[in-house]
């Protein structure tokens, strides 16, 4: 459905403004909280129980959907206005930790709720080009947030109140969006057809591929470290990777016109190098900031032609959203961190990079079967 120039300005600035406070709750949530458990006297095992309880939400929740709810405008903002009240919930069972782990289970399906509904309308209604300028407000809001609390936070308890003010924001730009939501909404009998079976090798792709980040996400910075490369130094590789990953969002267009299964398979191949060049020179500065360069294509180029090539595979394109997020980064999230601790050492990024090749041959066998398949 086209849009006219009028209506389209106020929805990329609302579409904007909630990636930017989405992603950077987000940031907060992942980047400050964890050490704030520990300097509350949290245990690192409970640590890792609590932060394995949201991805776990995240995935379980498209099936509570696919059988028994439908994805509607009440439901969406049901889940904005949890968020927020988690959120402030947090603050009052911080020294608890079952309680803890309890609003953190509620967080997390109602964080991975709202996403989907958003990415829905902005696929629905933006271009392909127009897209990913939208969505770089999400990276500008994680950086933000990252280098703001990096100076900013004193008392460990503060991460709380800005996860507040960061849902809060999200509610509110959040709660706009339903305006400009041209998909047709689909009930929980039509979602009830929905099948993962039929597309199962591209699942699977799209499983090892974040299964695969799994060491990046958690031990790139010990990994660099104990090679000898500086904590700022580092830190600086980190910013690098968000930078062109804010770049490929801005000038991906011309690129997203081209088949999007090609682009996907071009990206998990250029992720396998990646963490192969991780690898074979972990310590030389120069070529890490190459490998981190390699974000724009790995992740941003990534997951924008995965988001938009699951929007044209399926009608019941919110449920469809949710498990792309729930497979990816809830599942694939969660196994990655688990299998990536275990196999932590001088061969983890070789084997992060064999995972890569074997969801790059998913695709190959997903394209084989897709060619048999009447859509």
């Known amino acids: 459905m086209s849009m006219s120039r009028n209506t389209t300005r106020p929805l990329t600035f609302f579409l904007g403004a909630y990636y930017f406070f989405y992603f950077a709750l987000v ?3 992942v980047i400050f909280m964890p050490k704030m458990l520990l300097e509350l006297s949290y245990s690192t095992l409970q640590v890792g129980v609590i932060y394995a309880a949201a991805p776990f939400m995240r995935f379980l929740i498209p099936f509570v959907f696919r059988y028994y709810v439908a994805l509607t405008v009440r439901v969406y903002h049901l889940s904005l206005v949890l968020t927020f009240v988690s959120t402030l919930v947090l603050l009052g069972v911080i020294d608890d930790f ?3 782990l309890g609003t953190n289970l509620l967080f997390g399906a109602a964080v991975g709720v709202s996403l989907p509904y958003v990415e829905t309308i902005a696929l629905g209604t933006l271009s392909k080009h127009h897209y990913g300028k939208v ?3 999400g990276s500008l809001g994680f950086m933000a947030i990252a280098l703001w609390l990096g100076k900013a936070l004193e008392a460990p308890q503060e991460a709380l109140y800005y996860l507040s003010a960061m849902a809060a924001m999200t509610l509110v730009f959040g709660a706009v969006l339903t305006r400009y939501d041209t998909t047709p909404h689909t009930n929980a009998k039509d979602d009830a057809t929905f099948s993962l079976f039929k597309y199962w090798a591209f699942w699977l792709s799209i499983f ?3 299964v695969g980040f799994g060491g990046f996400y958690n031990f790139f910075t010990i990994y660099e ?3 000898g490369i500086s904590l700022e130094m580092t830190s600086w590789m980190w910013s690098f990777g968000v930078a062109c990953e804010i770049a490929m969002l801005y000038f991906q267009g011309p690129l997203l016109r081209r088949n999007l299964l090609t682009l996907l398979q071009f990206a998990t191949l250029v992720t396998a190098l990646r963490w192969l060049m991780l690898y074979l020179f972990p310590d ?3 070529l ?3 490998s981190q360069s390699l974000h724009a294509v790995s992740f941003a180029l990534y997951h924008t032609a995965a ?3 699951v929007f044209s595979l399926y009608t019941q394109k919110k449920l469809a959203q949710q498990f792309f997020l729930g497979i990816a980064f809830g599942l694939g999230g969660s196994v990655g961190a688990v299998l990536s601790g275990q196999l932590y050492g001088e061969f983890l990024f070789l084997f992060e990079s064999l995972i890569s090749l074997l969801a790059f041959m998913a695709l190959l066998l997903h394209q084989k079967r897709k060619t048999s398949i009447t859509p």
């Open 27 to 29: 940031g907060v949530y």
């Open 98 to 100: 079952w309680l803890y």
């Open 135 to 137: 969505r770089l407000w």
């Open 208 to 210: 090892l591929m974040q």
């Open 225 to 227: 470290t104990a090679h």
């Open 284 to 286: 030389s500065v120069a």
């Open 288 to 290: 890490t900031f190459a």
């Open 307 to 309: 988001i938009t090539y």
